[in-house]
């Protein structure tokens, strides 16, 4: 059997599929993973991580036998693909195994935003009645803007047009496949047409606080941010001051920066939705990307085409 390095938490049940057809070696946080590397980094045939984890440059030249390098969901930032490729690894993802899980949580953040879900439960555990509160609107004709249009961005389009929201979207460069929305050239820009954003673009130096002070500034006060992205999409700081300056009206994450700490900036706000990175885990979609990457290994050994290369 080939031995495989798995460096993401995955349930026992997702996890026997593994241990069917490989030696697995568990290392889910930096200790164990350090020392896996340390005593057994010559008999890695394949890695297994997810982008926010990735894989270094050192760790890859520490496996001599190493072949494949695979990141469970869509997320890749952290992998060091230069230096797979300089070693002639084959690397793949997980596109489109959690892509409708991702899309429906964003969708319920956005819900619990607008409406103001959490504050209504609050008010009413508080003894308040309906009569008491400010009314929240309905999503019918709000603008959505989605910054990053690619497969879980479209799921996200197709729900909010659902509820009848118009959808806006920002891209490196437009879709001539996006009937029914309108593309524009910069966040900002899409930011001051839309009424909410979400963020579902992919992570990495190119979008580091792609939502800035700027951003928020253009969404104004009526506007609710979600991001379902990459914590490192958006500007903690300035999410907080805005936030705490009534400058939007509220946010739903799902990531952060410095994940796995909550951002502390957030958590005394009581216009922010918080989830622990949870928006692509549901059973369905874990065993998803645990069967893509088999797929993936599988048509390695047989000389064909990843199902899903990088």
């Given amino acids: 059997m080939p031995t495989l390095l798995l460096l993401v938490p995955i349930a026992a049940e997702h996890k026997a599929l593994l241990l069917e057809r490989y030696h697995v070696i568990d290392a889910p946080d930096a200790a164990s993973r350090a020392a896996a590397i340390a005593a057994r980094a010559a008999d890695i045939d394949f890695v297994l991580t997810n982008g926010s984890t990735g894989f270094t440059a050192d760790e890859i030249d520490a496996c001599p036998r190493l072949k494949l390098l695979a990141a469970q969901g869509a997320g890749y930032e952290n992998l060091d693909l230069a230096a797979a490729r300089a070693r002639g690894l084959a690397c793949c993802n997980g596109a489109g195994t959690n892509d409708d899980c991702v899309a429906d949580h964003a969708l319920a953040l956005l819900l619990s935003s607008v409406r103001a879900l959490p504050q209504q439960g609050a008010a009413?555990?508080?003894?308040?009645?309906?009569?008491?509160?400010?009314?929240?609107?309905?999503?019918?004709?709000?603008?959505?803007?989605?910054?990053?249009?690619?497969?879980?961005?479209?799921?996200?389009?197709?729900?909010?047009?659902?509820?009848?929201?118009?959808?806006?979207?920002?891209?490196?460069?437009?879709?001539?496949?996006?009937?029914?929305?309108?593309?524009?050239?910069?966040?900002?820009?899409?930011?001051?047409?839309?009424?909410?954003?979400?963020?579902?673009?992919?992570?990495?130096?190119?979008?580091?606080?792609?939502?800035?002070?700027r951003v928020l500034a253009a969404l104004g006060p009526g506007g609710h941010l979600v991001n379902i992205a990459r914590g490192s999409c958006v500007d903690t700081a300035a999410l907080a001051e805005a936030l705490a300056a009534g400058r939007i009206a509220g946010a739903a994450l799902d990531v952060y920066e410095g994940e796995p700490q909550p951002p502390r900036e957030l958590l005394g706000l009581d216009n922010v939705i918080l989830t622990p990175h949870v928006a692509g885990w549901s059973p369905q979609a874990i065993r998803a990307t645990v069967e893509n990457f088999i797929a993936n290994v599988d048509a390695w050994e047989r000389g064909e085409p990843l199902r899903t290369p990088i």
């Fill in 124 to 213: 009413l555990r508080a003894g308040l009645w309906r009569d008491a509160l400010p009314l929240r609107p309905n999503f019918g004709g709000r603008r959505l803007g989605i910054v990053g249009l690619g497969g879980i961005g479209r799921k996200i389009a197709s729900r909010a047009a659902a509820f009848g929201m118009v959808i806006g979207y920002h891209n490196r460069r437009p879709r001539h496949d996006a009937d029914g929305t309108t593309y524009f050239d910069s966040v900002t820009a899409l930011a001051d047409w839309a009424d909410d954003l979400v963020v579902a673009t992919p992570g990495g130096a190119a979008t580091r606080h792609i939502v800035d002070a």
